[in-house]
């Protein structure tokens, strides 16, 4: 298996509602990552895991929690999002990020919107 | 800071002419830099990076140190180039920095 999946592909909530976005790949990376890619801009860093360690947070709110259970599955668990929340979340996953020039590859997404 | 800089975010030329999408960087050190794709409804993938030297899909970049420049070339479009281009850089850490993008659109 060589791609990174995401589930789900559409997600529509509510700012009271709790939901989590799962990112998973089987390709033995070690580094996962968290996109936020609102329309017509490039990706923006949310939070980066390392070996399982939360290693980056970008200053993210905490309304967005996100969890590495194990080397292969990342999520982002969301709580009383803002409408400006809404935008397409990307996972990522790089063999081993300690040295910065690990290529990236990037999951499909989960387009979010929040009513 | 460490910056990624596209100055088109529109480039249209017709299938069969040469292509060039700008890229320039601010940083003092020695980053590593690639060319990402995303083709309408498909992820975005790497394209190429600077260390491998790789040409991929008839695209080249260079890296210009002098300039602070990596500037994806293609001799002749095709239809099938038409997506969003980012350029993207590392400096030794996990973060990827991504430039605005360009989109290039190639007319038959």
């Known amino acids: 298996d060589t791609e990174v999946t995401q589930t789900p592909k559409h997600l529509v909530m509510g700012m009271t509602n709790k939901k989590s976005l799962k990112c998973e790949q089987h390709m033995g990376h070690r580094a996962m990552y968290w996109y936020k890619q609102k329309a017509k801009k490039p990706p923006e860093l949310m939070f980066v895991?390392?070996?399982?360690?939360?290693?980056i947070n970008e200053s993210v709110p905490s309304r967005f929690s996100p969890e590495c259970p194990n080397s292969s599955l990342l999520n982002l668990h969301l709580h009383a999002l803002q409408p400006e929340d809404s935008a397409l979340y990307l996972c990522?996953?790089?063999?081993?990020?300690?040295?910065?020039?690990?290529?990236?590859?990037f999951g499909p997404g989960t387009r979010l919107t929040v009513l | 800071a460490q910056r990624v800089t596209q100055p088109e975010k529109l480039l249209s030329v017709f299938k069969g002419a040469p292509v060039e999408l700008k890229c320039n960087y601010s940083y003092s050190g020695s980053p590593e830099l690639f060319w990402y794709v995303q083709y309408s409804r498909q992820r975005l993938q790497l394209l190429l990076r600077?260390?491998s030297r790789e040409s991929i899909k008839g695209f080249t970049a260079d890296l210009n140190k002098g300039e602070t420049s990596f500037h994806l070339k293609k001799p002749f479009a095709q239809e099938e180039d038409s997506a969003m281009y980012y350029c993207?850089?590392?400096?030794?850490?996990?973060?990827?920095?991504f430039g605005t993008g360009t989109r290039l659109q190639v007319f038959p």
């Open positions: 600077h260390i």
């Open positions: 990522a996953s790089s063999q081993d990020n300690r040295a910065g020039t690990d290529t990236q590859y």
């Open positions: 993207a850089l590392t400096f030794g850490t996990d973060k990827l920095i």
């Open positions: 895991y390392s070996y399982e360690k939360l290693s």
